[in-house]
């Protein structure tokens, strides 16, 4: 099949979770004979890049601009979808997207799409943006042949909300095995001897809620420890200022990193936080588990579902004072570190990017063949995959 991947910001990934799926899919669908386009932004990816790991990559303009940035590019790409690409099916990422979904199907190109999480929860959006991704959610499903999320939790939360239910299918994880310490000499670290937190610095994200929580903690407690925040995020520089502000001299920050250099520093922290209380499943924490470390998470249910009992929680609702308490005794408590290193391995291991493949590919193939005329069409509704296999 001729399959394009729409409504991220192209790959290779550079930025958070959808690009991620977007590279783990286009890499092995490529590998098994299929056709793939890739759509990125010029500001994100090299536009000298024509192909990475066997996918073509289209490059389109857009306005970069907080609110219109996604919406701009995603509308571009579904038109050249329909006029140039023309692929046999196109999939699209994340739900503020999902009445350009219509541009393809349109075109008659039978269109797939993830919501990921519900982006109408996230902070960071004013009301009328709220109400437009509220509007995008719930129409989804009407938009597309079919909508999916990668969480039991979210699509529990859309059903309840929308009264729609959505299949589901969660990311994968795949660890190429890094596990050399020039990126942790390079940052001033010492193995096992620093706190690891990787996202978007955003609010939901709660980076802020860690950087104080971590202060909390007197020097003779922390042994020497350190607080490592990666990442950063667009348009959001003032935000990532007052983090700065607040953090004292024990906190890093390298801004983004990826590839060896990232799963170094995964390989080596004495923990993993994720302080987040939105989204679905993150790919972050799945690395961060494959990768052997104790991780530490909001009591958020998608987190919950991901981590299940190989990771030890703090209460959203607690905030700092809970987040505190958790990270003292995880540093008063070496051996229950790990051991929840060892259960976070393992856990890990269920989750399986040739698996999810699969399920992809079976869902693909699915909304193509409903279209197809003479062709019954497949069940799309319950694709709700227990993942399972090695990484």
């Known amino acids: 099949m001729k399959i394009a991947i729409l409504g991220t910001r192209g790959i290779p990934a550079a930025y958070s979770g959808f690009e991620t799926a977007a590279q783990e899919l286009a890499s092995r669908l490529s590998a098994r004979g299929h056709e793939v386009t890739v759509y990125c932004r ?40 329909a006029r140039v690409t023309r692929p046999d099916v196109a999939l699209f990422f994340i739900a503020g997207n999902s009445p350009l979904c219509q541009i393809t199907r349109a075109a008659s190109i039978p269109t797939l799409i993830n919501i990921d999480g519900l982006d109408s929860d996230r902070q960071k959006w004013p009301a009328p943006a709220k109400a437009y991704l509220r509007f995008a ?40 095995g890094h596990a050399g310490r020039q990126t942790l000499e390079e940052l001033g670290l010492e193995p096992r001897r620093y706190i690891l937190f990787v996202g978007r610095l955003e609010p939901e994200n709660n980076p802020h809620l860690l950087v104080e929580a971590f202060s909390r903690i007197d020097l003779r407690r922390a042994r020497g420890m350190k607080l490592a925040i990666v990442g950063g995020a667009p348009y959001a520089d003032e935000y990532i200022r007052q983090v700065w502000r607040t953090a004292d001299p024990r906190v890093v920050f390298p801004g983004y990193v990826f590839g060896r250099r990232y799963w170094e520093l995964q390989r080596h922290a004495y923990l993993f936080c994720a302080p987040t209380g939105v989204g679905g499943t993150h790919p972050v924490i799945l690395e961060a588990m494959a990768a052997g470390n104790c991780v530490l998470v909001n009591d958020h249910p998608p987190n919950a579902e991901t981590v299940g009992d190989a990771g030890i929680y703090f209460s959203g609702r607690g905030g700092v004072a809970s987040l505190s308490e958790q990270l003292a005794r995880l540093l008063d408590e070496e051996q229950l570190v790990v051991r929840y290193r060892e259960r976070a391995r393992q856990r890990a291991r269920q989750y399986s990017w040739e698996t999810v493949t699969d399920q992809y590919e079976r869902l693909l193939t699915a909304v193509y063949d409903a279209r197809r005329p003479g062709r019954l069409p497949a069940a799309l509704v319950d694709v709700e995959p227990a993942i399972a296999g090695s990484a």
Request: glycine letters at 4%.
């Open 137 to 176: 959610e719930r129409a989804a499903p009407r938009f597309a042949d079919q909508a999916i999320t990668d969480s039991h939790a979210v699509a529990d939360t859309f059903e309840r909300r929308y009264g729609t239910r959505i299949g589901v299918v969660p990311y994968g994880v795949h660890d190429p």
């Open 42 to 81: 010029p500001h994100v990816v090299d536009r000298k890049l024509a192909s990475y790991q066997g996918a073509r990559l289209v490059h389109l303009p857009t306005i970069q601009n907080k609110y219109l940035d996604t919406f701009v590019h995603t509308l571009l790409s579904a038109i050249h979808a």
